[in-house]
């Protein structure tokens, strides 16, 4: 068991290493999609803060709580970003058959494919964005401790979420060998966080919470800091963290028993 | 010219028989306007107006604004850039067809298919917004409005097909239209009016081509810009139009003569 966490742990950064050595090889690419990543935060960002110069509220939070929000959501989705990157890279690797290969290595076809590339530009860009949530966290008046630890937790919990997405793709992509915009209408979806849910009309925040939990892995955890989350709802979402993990799981290794190479 | 209409059926037979692909796309596409459109229902709440636009304005934008991605920023730049990499790109060349018409008679074939569902989709969030939805009697609104989104259309075309052009030149120009198509989305308004930002930034963007894509055409159909001052701005985005065409064609032409016909 430790011998085998090593081994993949080495893998992983070895493939991490590789990556990043590849992004710094194409410096105007990489440039270019560096850029392009912080456009996209600082004009939200300042449309965010613009709104707020000519109103109070939204939905019933001031501008540091909007921008908690807005802040979480840019953590889960950077981390997902850098840790998960391999799942858009999937459908290629089941159609040319490098899946195959995948499969009578030693190591774990399910980290080799959603784990094994690390997007370092988003990597670059969470350093900044972790730095703004931790400083905006100590100016918020939350929970206390208390509300820093649900924090704290509901974030891992929703990068087990994210996971679990992005392993149900990967085994998509293994039954089905199609579906290459399923990891595409997941960040389109993912669009959604970047609010608070409470803007949402009641049907698309049930939707957001119980279908596509969204609200669960970007507004829970800025509405536990807040002290606007009930422990029942806490709950709810551990336990949707947990079985969406074994479920995502659970379908990969069907999925795997079923693939029968689909490549020559 | 009975090439390109021949080009154009075959890519609509082509985008309609990937209907899971179109499908994914729209429902992508609906996510981010449901956001913007409950985000911004959040903000008037209660209140008559903001930033100059009544309630049903600023709904109806976020509606135009669906529109308007679907009609203006479905490209082929991308396929570009695979295509000149890849060396793919010769076998185009040596047709007697022009590039920029075939590519052009596919972009469109792509475009008629996501504004046809963008009418829909509008219809569905219409009726859910129960009458909040500002429809200009005027025909000429509606005239202008046609004729400033098919050149919107084309700017887009033309400024993309350049940017991704560069592919001639290095094999990292996914990078730079990566950003580009970001800040062009962002600039042109596609995700808010740009009315929210500072008055100087405001004004250094609309001395671009960029507005002229999403903030112009949908403030004509709102009614805001009437009149003169609506025939100033058709006539500068015909300027900006032609600008963008030469632009692209003579990188075009000069990406030609360094092209080594890469690939096998």
Known sequence: ?264 | MSKYLTAYSIALQETLQRRATLLMDRVGGFAVVLSLYSFWSALLGGKPSFLGYTRAQMLSYVLIINMLRSMVFTGRGWLLVGEISSGRISSYLVRPLSYHGYALSLDLAQKTVHAVSAVLEIGLLAALARGEVFVPRAASSWAAFALSAAMASLIFFFLEFAVSTLAFWTSESGGPLFCFELFLQFAAGAFFPLDVLPAALRRALEATPFPYMVYFPARLLLGQISGREAAARLAAQAGWLAVAAVLSLAVWRRGLSSYAAEGG
């Open chain 1, 1 to 264: 068991m430790n011998g085998g966490f090593t081994r993949h742990a080495r893998l992983w950064t070895r493939t991490a290493s590789m990556s990043l050595q590849a992004q710094l090889t194409y410096r105007l690419g990489s440039a270019g999609f560096l850029l392009g990543k912080i456009v996209r935060f600082v004009f939200f960002f300042a449309f965010v803060a613009a709104v707020f110069r000519r109103t109070d509220r939204v939905a019933g939070y001031t501008l540091e709580q909007t921008a908690l929000f807005f802040l979480t959501f840019n953590v889960v989705d950077m981390v997902a970003q850098v840790f998960f990157r391999g799942v858009y890279n999937a459908r290629r690797v089941v159609n040319e058959g490098d899946f195959d290969f995948y499969l009578i290595q030693p190591v774990s076809p399910l980290l080799r494919m959603v784990c094994s590339s690390v997007d370092a530009l988003d990597a670059a860009t969470l350093v900044p964005v972790l730095a703004l949530t931790c400083v905006l966290l100590r100016r918020l008046p939350g929970a206390g401790w208390l509300g820093a630890a649900a924090y704290a937790a509901l974030t891992l919990n929703a990068l087990a979420l994210v996971f679990a997405v992005h392993v149900a793709v990967a085994a998509l992509a293994v039954r089905t060998q199609e579906l290459e915009n399923a990891v595409w209408i997941y960040r389109d979806v993912m669009f959604m966080g970047r609010f608070p849910v409470d803007v949402y009309a009641f049907p698309v925040r049930l939707a957001l919470t119980f279908a596509v939990p969204v609200a669960v892995m970007t507004s829970f955890p800025a509405k536990a800091y807040l002290g606007r989350l009930s422990p029942a709802w806490i709950a709810y979402a551990f336990a949707l963290g947990a079985g969406a993990t074994a479920a995502a799981l659970a379908f990969w290794r069907s999925s795997v028993a079923r693939y029968a190479s689909s490549s020559s």
